[in-house]
């Protein structure tokens, strides 16, 4: 995960509180009224209460009832509601969620014929603390003629919840949502969170007065805390969220506030909300009462004092909530819905692969519909003059006003100007790099076409831009791209063993020219190694919306072998979509997750960090594809669970840190606030305190490392291997510095982790298979590939990490992870590089300390080095080279340096079979 979206998810929402309370033992589930659906009662069930369904997921109806698509998690245990229409999984209540150690939340929604699940998970905060979530403890189901319900019963301290999801016939495509809390006295407000990290991008529209939506243009709230709420939070009702427009089956999301109410007997009134959005979460914000100073319709900097003065005393607060559902990936597909009783307009554009933006006459947001694949638009528009404005590629845009009055309407077809187009090599796996020349912008190939945006103060973000092309030289390779008229530099890349090539071309309007390019040749032979990337997202993650047959495709296009997925605490293989793409020739996937903590506990007050465990098999029936419970428990715990299931898993530490600021002997008195709460080693999970490098691990705090299960003999330091080289975050070579320091204070101190280089990537924003991981294998065909060998050799540390240089290193004919005996030894070193990645030195370090530095000379691509070495007691080896990043190189992988580093050889100098670690 890259470092600013673990600031993001890890951040307190809105205000400090204390630790989350402990959870009761005792909590239950129940169901009343309602019949169990098996799988071959499935058919009469829906038959006698037709459309209606509600119901227990179980062994036997699981098949059934679950739901498909990217974000789909919901599984046996939880609670399967339907209208016919519609489709919902409410988790149960023992299935952890991201803010909760418990369930009870709404997972899973879409249309019950399609595989279109992009829906992410809602969540209740008191006071709008992730420390303070509510808590379900039962649920209960309701079937009528009329309506089929789940009701979830939740509690945090003495606040009590009930929320009730509620399908009917009457309203096929919508979800109305009522929640009644109580026993909350010291309630500020409560927020409704919808935890749509980095996913799909939120429309905030107000139902009731429209002028007032400011649509995709959206305020950070997550990472500035209570200090955004005056810009943050929107005097609107609903926020839409509509699925990326690559969606194999796009939807569309509106969520919307009816009516928020305080209620003291027989006597209520209306209590302020308000919406907000950003690129990390959505939320609903509702008060437990009215502002002394101020009509409700902002929250000025006059009323936010006067949040800290509310409170919910012995009343109840009542919510009424509807989640509409469109069938296509617009915001029209939700707002045609609230404007049912509107006129039509529809008509055509030249080319389908658009946006069309409605503004009203003062130009505010109202709406956003994307045509048909044949290029056809429809949409329904209260009466009044809109403009029009049409987003295409290569930055073309139309204009457009219409007039819409009571009848329907029909526009003359929107004719854009053509866009010049660049055909593309095919047959050839390469990653097209596109740079902008003599004034020409970079290009955006993977734009929305929303122009959603995130201000923070006097920054406004943007997605960022991708100006590469990725080819997995098959069939579905894309044909052609689009550019904008201008001046360009072209590189195609293939990884770190092949040539760079590049050429210059000038794009002019209206044209179609070919894209000739040489294919890049390989340079470098790796025999006996593999390259692996074990650290890689799609959008089966819920942080981000990247297709996972397009994650494949990257994965070919840059060269790397081994794809281990580590999708947020979701088991997922590649296998069937690298089979289905037809590269099952070129790469090869182990099934893997990233178990990721969100949630900080009394037990681990900043978060347990992030592991990768691999192979972790999903299972297709079960809750998140059989992911254990992991929020407040220790890893000793989780390691021992998966290891119960997958006698094989590998446990990769992923980004122990982000920089050096907690890495020194002593701290600075601000430490607790630097802490990043995804950074296994800044806060040690249940220590709360950082990892001192410095300090023995029999020191206090660091011993809770290595303090032992006295069942399993495991600890929270059992992992396999620790993640050196993550580049995520603005402090790479200093992050580097930081894990390599820990790393090696772990070895010196005889727990021999295996040190390994990942990309971490998400997207296709951030580079995949760069950095990589060389495994040692003895046979590095990825037709041949010997997963089992494959695991061994990365627990022995037979693998080096690198951005660039390739390693073979030798102590006595012995290979990294190897141990030698002898007290004169010999290192045999060969380093090689490509032409366009240039070595200047290496570094050579005993038990962790560098002894020599060697310059090698400019030009060469191959190094080889002898170097006779005596030892007086054990020890081990280790080695880095580096270069300097040359424009080329920067241009193609960004933020990066060519650097590597091997794994230890270790030195038993005595030969009676024990190597006695060197201490600090």
């Not at 904008?484 to 063993?497: C, F, K, Q, T």
């Not at 050196?724 to 010196?748: C, M, T």
């Not at 340096?897 to 079979?913: C, E, K, L, Q, R």
Request: net charge negative; aromatic share 8%; glycine share 8%.
């Amino acid at each position: 995960m890259a470092a600013g979206a673990r600031q993001a998810l890890t951040a307190c929402f809105w205000l400090s509180a204390s630790v989350v309370s402990a959870h009761s033992d005792h909590a239950h589930t129940t169901t009343t009224n309602t019949p169990q659906v098996s799988g071959s009662q499935l058919t009469s069930e829906l038959a006698r209460y037709a459309p209606l369904v509600v119901t227990r997921i179980t062994a036997d109806n699981a098949a059934s009832l679950i739901r498909q698509g990217p974000d789909a998690i919901g599984g046996i245990g939880d609670w399967f509601v339907s209208n016919g229409t519609l489709c919902a999984i409410i988790s149960d209540v023992h299935h952890e969620s991201e803010f909760s150690t418990r369930g009870g939340s709404l997972v899973d929604l879409g249309f019950c014929d399609r595989e279109d699940e992009y829906f992410a998970s809602f969540h209740d905060l008191l006071n709008g603390s992730r420390r303070l979530p509510m808590d379900a403890q039962r649920i209960e189901t309701q079937l009528t003629d009329a309506s089929a319900v789940v009701i979830v019963h939740s509690t945090q301290g003495t606040a009590k919840m009930q929320t009730r999801y509620t399908l009917s016939t009457q309203a096929p495509t919508e979800l109305h949502i009522q929640k009644q809390l109580h026993n909350a006295p010291d309630l500020k407000f409560y927020s409704s969170l919808n935890f749509n990290l980095h996913s799909l991008e939120p429309f905030v529209f107000n139902s009731q007065y429209p002028a007032r939506s400011n649509g995709f243009q959206n305020e950070d709230f997550v990472e500035r805390g209570q200090s955004a709420i005056p810009e943050a939070a929107r005097d609107a009702d609903m926020i839409i969220t509509p699925s990326p427009p690559d969606a194999v089956q796009s939807i569309s999301y509106g969520w919307r506030m009816v009516k928020a109410e305080r209620v003291d007997g027989e006597d209520r009134y209306s209590v302020p909300f308000f919406m907000l959005a950003d690129d990390s979460s959505n939320a609903m914000l509702v008060l437990s009462d009215t502002f002394y100073i101020g009509d409700g319709s902002q929250i000025g900097w006059l009323q936010l004092p006067q949040l800290l003065l509310l409170d919910l005393g012995e009343d109840i607060l009542e919510t009424e909530e509807i989640v509409y559902v469109g069938r296509h990936g617009d915001v029209a597909s939700i707002t045609d819905q609230l404007f049912s009783d509107a006129a039509t307009l529809s008509g055509e554009v030249s080319e389908p692969d658009v946006a069309i933006h409605v503004r009203d006459a003062r130009g505010n947001p109202i709406t956003h519909v994307r045509p048909q694949a044949n290029g056809e638009f429809s949409l329904r528009l209260p009466t009044g003059q809109y403009l029009l404005d049409v987003v295409a590629s290569a930055g073309r845009r139309l204009q457009k006003t219409v007039n819409v009055a009571q009848g329907d309407q029909f526009i003359p077809m929107l004719v854009l100007p053509p866009a010049p187009r660049l055909r593309l090599p095919q047959g050839h796996p390469m990653r097209l790099v596109f740079k902008g020349l003599n004034g020409t912008p970079d290009p955006n190939f993977t734009d929305t076409y929303t122009g959603f945006s995130v201000r923070n103060g006097d920054q406004n973000h943007t997605a960022t831009p991708v100006s590469q092309v990725f080819l997995a030289g098959v069939d579905s390779d894309p044909n052609y791209i689009e550019l904008a008229p201008g001046d360009y530099r072209v590189y195609a890349v293939h990884g770190l063993e092949h040539s760079l090539e590049s050429v210059n071309i000038s794009v002019r309007a209206e044209s179609t020219t070919d894209l000739i390019v040489p294919i890049p040749k390989r340079q470098l032979k790796t025999p006996g190694y593999i390259a692996a990337d074990l650290h890689v997202h799609s959008g089966a993650s819920y942080d981000n919306a990247f297709a996972e047959t397009e994650r494949v495709r990257t994965f070919v296009a840059e060269n790397g072998e081994v794809m281990v997925s580590s999708e947020h605490d979701i088991p997922v293989d590649f296998q069937p979509k690298i089979e289905a793409l037809g590269v099952a020739n070129r790469i090869t996937a182990i099934a893997a997750a990233e178990i990721t903590s969100l949630l900080p506990t009394a037990l681990n007050p900043y978060t347990g960090g992030h592991a990768n465990f691999f192979p972790y098999t999903p299972d297709p029936l079960a809750y998140r594809r059989g992911m254990i419970n992991h929020e407040n428990r220790r890893w000793r715990e989780i390691i021992h669970d998966v290891k119960q299931r997958e006698p094989e898993v590998v446990v990769q530490l992923n980004h122990p840190r982000l920089d050096m600021r907690l890495s020194g002997d002593t701290l600075p008195s601000n430490w607790s606030e630097i802490v990043d709460h995804g950074q296994f080693l800044d806060h040690m999970g249940s220590a709360g305190h950082p990892y001192n490098p410095h300090q023995p691990l029999h020191s206090s705090p660091n011993n809770l490392l290595i303090e032992t299960d006295k069942n399993t003999g495991l600890s929270d330091l059992s992992f396999d291997l620790i993640e050196v080289i993550n580049p995520g975050g603005e402090h790479y070579q200093e992050r580097i510095q930081a894990i390599r320091q820990d790393w090696l204070s772990f070895v010196k101190q005889g727990y021999r982790l295996v040190g390994t280089a990942n990309s971490d990537s998400h997207g296709s924003d951030v580079q995949v298979a760069v950095p990589r991981t060389m495994v040692k294998i003895s046979d590095d065909r990825v037709p041949h590939f010997n997963q089992s060998e494959f695991l061994k050799s990365l627990k022995r540390g037979d693998a080096y990490g690198t951005t660039g240089p390739m390693l073979e290193v030798k102590l006595n004919g012995v290979s990294m992870g190897g141990t030698v005996q002898a007290e004169r030894a010999q290192l045999d070193v060969t380093i090689q590089s490509v032409d366009w990645i240039p070595l200047n030195q290496v570094r050579l370090q005993v038990n962790g300390v560098t002894i020599e530095e060697y310059d090698l000379t400019p030009g060469k691509t191959e190094h080889k080095l002898l170097i006779p070495m005596e030892f007086d007691q054990d020890a081990f080896v280790t080695l880095e080279a580096s270069g300097e990043p040359t424009p080329a190189y920067l241009d193609v992988y960004p933020g990066l340096t060519p650097y590597a580093f091997s794994n230890p050889i270790y030195v038993d100098v005595n030969a009676d079979g024990v190597w006695t670690p060197p201490g600090l």
